[in-house]
């Protein structure tokens, strides 16, 4: 591990880059830290502690999402193990193509963010530090990713800073002889390298170029950046001299009652994912409301981002952004009787069903022996078709999911589920699997019939809606809506027609 103090950052990952490194960048400057991971010398993600450039807000920020969606998606994601883009991916807000292309803008941002960094502290794990494989990039290329965040300064005066001493004899390096294709050039870019001789300086050239000073320096940068140009000046060190000697930054000084909390929370978010809401917020079972609200209120204080930030508390791997979330979702149930009452029945199964011991001896004193999980599916199921009635679709396919997980032969179950996830268009597909479920355990349910053929017919597959239509008339002639449909594929009209008469049975006049 080496620390030290670069200006600009920018040269840092560009010999990052050109020695092939593998390893997690930690940049800092002033409270806000970004980490660039290479892998081989190529990026291959990048992340940020600074609220805005978090993949949420900036899905808010583009109109991808709506502030009510990320929160609720947000609670799902703090009561599971899967990251924020594969959640909103799972719940429909994204597909899977949608979310490898904002985090590819979200990746890139972040390092073309650090070219406006004047100065900053930047800490360097050799090894790379743990990242989920499914995480890396393959796409990126730190050369071009140099380039085209150089051509996005938007201060003239800080590209001048960047290339340092002006009268620096600029050449080119053999790479220029053949130009790799995918940098792309700018024709200005293009220019620019062919004036370079190898004798003047980087202000002779911006002097006789008709570009204007400002884009050529510019243009000499960005050369330089992507590899075509070397500067031969003191004042940057050469393509192939050592990284600069380490430099240790002093670190802020925490109260130790503050580096108290933050280790105790820490070793909280450890075991949150396996503590009930209970354990969460640290109350028996049997807390009263008020007890709940109190402790909630102490925790949610300390744990709010806002607060941190004014003590100067990182959370760089956003474990206490996330513990935050689990508290707050923890009091949202406990504090509403009948999600409370939904809970503790939860956790009735948890420790009734034998998937392990009961976490404490008050779970134990809530556990019924003689507990059912069919019974169970029933409570999801009757949760899951009041809150479809209401419109709360997402609740809604959240009891249902629970209610088939739990018993999985009830055909009405698997058919709510799917009309429910039929309401957003990037659920049909597993929408329609719960309907194909529902008929192969009744095949002479009409409406299940029925409203496989509508999803069917809304994705424009008007022969399976046919098909389904017709099976539903077959088992009830009376079905006016299958009816109706069918009439409206086949342009009749009312009991008109050849397929009418086939399906009534009658022979036509």
Known sequence: MRTAVASPLTEVLLNAGSRGESGAFAFSNGTTTKRVYFRNGNVVFASSDAAEERLGERLVRAGKLTRAELDYACRIRASSSIRLGATLVKMGYLTADDLDQRVRQQVTSIVYSLLEWPSGTYLVEPELAPLDSDLERRDLSTRKLLLEGVRRVGDAKRVRELLGDLDSVVSQTDAASRVDPALELTPEEGFVLSRVDGESTAAEIASLSPLGEDQTLRCIYALFVSGLLKIKSNARPAEDSEPPEPVTPSEPTLPPELVSFRDEMLAKHQRSKEATHYELLDVSAQASKD?????????????????????????????????????????????????????????????????????????????????????????????????????????????????????????????????????????????????????????????????????????GLTTRARKMYENAVSLDPDNLRASERLRALRGETAKGGKLWSRIRGKPRP
């Open 291 to 459: 007890e709940i609200k109190a402790r909630y209120f102490t925790l949610a204080k300390k744990l709010h981002p806002d607060h941190r930030t004014s003590l100067n508390l990182d959370d760089p791997e956003g474990a206490l952004d996330d513990l935050y979330l689990r508290v707050k979702e923890a009091y949202e149930v406990l504090s509403n009787d009948a999600e409370r009452r939904r809970y503790d029945f939860s956790l009735q199964q948890r420790a009734g069903i034998g998937r392990g011991p009961s976490r404490n001896n008050e779970e134990k004193n809530i556990a019924k022996a003689s507990y059912d999980p069919h019974d169970a599916a029933v409570l999801h199921f009757a949760n899951g078709e009041r809150f479809f009635h209401q419109q709360r679709f997402h609740e809604a396919i959240e009891e249902l999911k629970n209610a088939v997980r739990l018993d999985d032969s009830r055909a009405d179950y698997h058919r709510l589920l799917a009309r429910a996830l039929a309401r957003n268009p990037k659920w049909k597909k597993i929408a329609e699997e719960h309907f194909q479920l529902a008929l192969r355990l009744n095949k002479l349910d009409p409406q299940t019939y029925v409203d496989l053929g509508e999803l069917y017919e809304s994705s």
